[in-house]
């Protein structure tokens, strides 16, 4: 990674790292999706959030959220009911606490978007607050990274944004899946790790 991100300019994208994908009571662990590797995430993540916001920059989680309809049942896409049939009426409802970021992110988050599929940029607000916001450098970084993670990355580059993934900061169903998924978002974006990231923050 090039030396000297400029921290007023940078924002860190959390993806997903949500009660309801990472907390033992939440709704993945009810359904026996467990994901070791993401649960180093909160902490670690946690620390880079709070060297960024020290240095001047932003930061801003995407929760995963399952709108409800008329009748109060989640709205899940065929493709997620296949793939997640213990969803179920509640699971990342608006404003519940599965949907809700973890604690470890608890007074370190400028922005939250509320997101339907992988993207933090599809359908939300978020591409109208970075611009208006001066930001022109995203580091992404939570899960997991061969969905939400390269998702959001690969919108961020098309948005003409310098991109960043931050290696460590990120987990997949897999270890396999998460380093070929790296090695694919080299095409798009700097991969780099937790500690050259903040090493690298200049105001």
Sequence with gaps: MSAGTRASKT???VIDLQNDFLDPK???ARGGDSNPPAL????RVASVARALKAAGGMVVASQFTLWPDAAGEPMVSPHLQALRPY?????FAPGSWGQANVRELEGLVDLTVSKVAYSAFFNTQLDWVLRRAGIDTVAVCGIVTNGGVASTVRDAHMRDYRTLVLADGCAA???ERHR?????LRNVAEV???AAFVASLAG
Aim: net charge negative; with cysteine; proline share 4%.
């Design 11 to 13: 924002v860190l994208v």
């Design 173 to 175: 169903f897999g270890e």
């Design 192 to 194: 780099t790790d937790c």
């Design 180 to 184: 070929i998924s790296l090695a694919d």
């Design 40 to 43: 180093l995430l909160p902490a």
């Design 26 to 28: 939440g709704a993945y």
């Design 87 to 91: 969803l179920r009426k509640g699971d």
